[in-house]
C-alpha cells in the first residue's frame, strides 16, 4: 500500500479525502517538510507560511489525524513539534468513505492532464 503523497493529494486526493483549503494546505506543507518519511514542523510555522491562525492549523491537524492522512510518530513537547508519518492512500479514503467501493488508480487517467508550472519564484521566495 503506498503512503499519502503530494502527487497523489494533486491528481485527486484533496478530493477523495474530503479536504478543507487549510487541510489540504497543511496536508502538503508537512509533506514539503518531510524527511524519510517523518514530517514535522511548529504550527507557528506553519500558520506564518500558509497565512492562516494558529487554531486553523490546529483544527486541520486533528481533522488529518482523525481520518488517518496523519499518523502521530513522536508527541510533541515543550519545543519540540510533533512528529507525523503519513497514512496510507487507501486506508485513509476507506476511512472517509466507508462503504465506498474503490479502484485503483490507472495512469491512462490522468494521460493528458498534466501542467507544467514554474515554480522557481516560489523556492527563491519571490
Known amino acids: 500500500m503506498a503512503r499519502i503523497t503530494s502527487r497523489w493529494l494533486l491528481r ?18 508537512l ?4 524527511d524519510k518519511g517523518v514530517a514535522w514542523c511548529p504550527q507557528t510555522h506553519l500558520s ?14 486533528a481533522r488529518l489525524r482523525e481520518i ?6 513522536e508527541p510533541g513537547r515543550q519545543g519540540r513539534a510533533t512528529r507525523y508519518r503519513f497514512g496510507e492512500v487507501a486506508s485513509t479514503v476507506q476511512h472517509v468513505r466507508s462503504g465506498d467501493r474503490l479502484e485503483g488508480a490507472n495512469m491512462s487517467d490522468y494521460q493528458g492532464n498534466f501542467n507544467v508550472v514554474d515554480m522557481s519564484s516560489y523556492r527563491a521566495g519571490g
Not at 509533506?31 to 518531510?34: G, I, S
Not at 506564518?48 to 491537524?61: H, K, T
Not at 488517518?68 to 510518530?73: K, S
Open 68 to 73: 488517518g492522512a496523519l499518523v502521530e510518530h
Open 48 to 61: 506564518r507560511d500558509l497565512r492562516v491562525s494558529r487554531s486553523q492549523v490546529n483544527e486541520a491537524q
Open 12 to 29: 485527486g486526493g484533496i478530493g477523495q479525502l474530503g479536504l478543507s483549503k487549510t487541510e489540504a494546505l497543511v496536508l502538503l506543507a
Open 31 to 34: 509533506l514539503d517538510h518531510a
